[in-house]
């Protein structure tokens, strides 16, 4: 059962980035400031280690390989019930986030995590 999925309009955002920034990787801390918001890097930019958890591969049309998408051990104790679809709307996020200069942010959209989802 897949827990992580991305709306066209997040998918066809990572390509562009991919073509910008190489391999990419998102992570979800949960800490302050927009840590509810998933954080886009080229991959291997955010270290992860044992606090966090990968919660799947995502897999979009005319990129190359997968985009990994993280959480804190912290945060997935509390998620861990939920299926997440990331999204991207208008408005400005984290500086960190690779998105940041395109003036849009990507959003996490959650559910129930069920037998249905995908």
Known sequence: MDRIALTPAAAELIRKLRADHGPLMFHQSGGCCDGSAPMCYPLGEFRTGGS???????????????????????????WAHTHLTVDVVPGRGSGFSLEAPEGVRFLIRSRLLDDTAS
Do not use: K, R, T
Request: net charge negative; no cysteine; hydrophobic share 50%.
């Open 52 to 78: 966090d958890v990968l919660l799947g591969e995502l897999e979009v049309d005319g990129v190359e390989e997968p985009v990994g998408f993280w959480m804190s051990a912290s945060q997935f104790e509390l």
